[in-house]
Nanobody, 116 residues
Framework: QVQLVESGGGLVQPGRSLTLSCLGS????????ISWYRQAPGKERELVAF????????NYADSVKGRFTISRDNAKNTAYLQMDSLKPDDTAIYYC?????????WGQGTQVTVSS
């Protein structure tokens, strides 16, 4: 059974950092591109970043470029999203995503709230 499980969300003050984790199971993790999406209240889900199979290629939304870093450890079947200099606008539910075996796979999401 293919699963993606996020963790690491929480409440953080503006300017601080947070790291999210995405643990994959039920598939060969290293064979798939992993993405992070987020959805703020009243807004559509948007792509934040993605990383290629072995980490050689990464891409970021303009809104997070220079502040967020996506990475992965295939030995641990885990992808990460390091978020620095957080802003209130980063408040959202963050989701891990992969297209595995021709199907969209989403994690359950983890809430990130940036507030003083």
């Amino acid at each position: 059974q293919v699963q993606l499980v996020e963790s690491g969300g929480g409440l953080v003050q503006p300017g601080r950092s947070l790291t999210l984790s995405c643990l994959g199971s039920g598939f060969i993790f290293k064979e798939y591109v992993i993405s992070w999406y987020r959805q703020a209240p009243g807004k559509e889900r948007e792509l934040v970043a993605f990383i290629s199979h072995f980490g050689g290629v990464t891409n970021y939304a303009d809104s997070v470029k220079g502040r967020f870093t996506i990475s992965r450890d295939n030995a641990k079947n885990t992808a990460y999203l390091q978020m620095d200099s957080l802003k209130p606008d980063d408040t959202a539910i963050y989701y891990c995503y992969a297209r595995v075996l021709a199907a969209d796979r989403w994690g359950q999401g983890t809430q990130v709230t940036v507030s003083s």
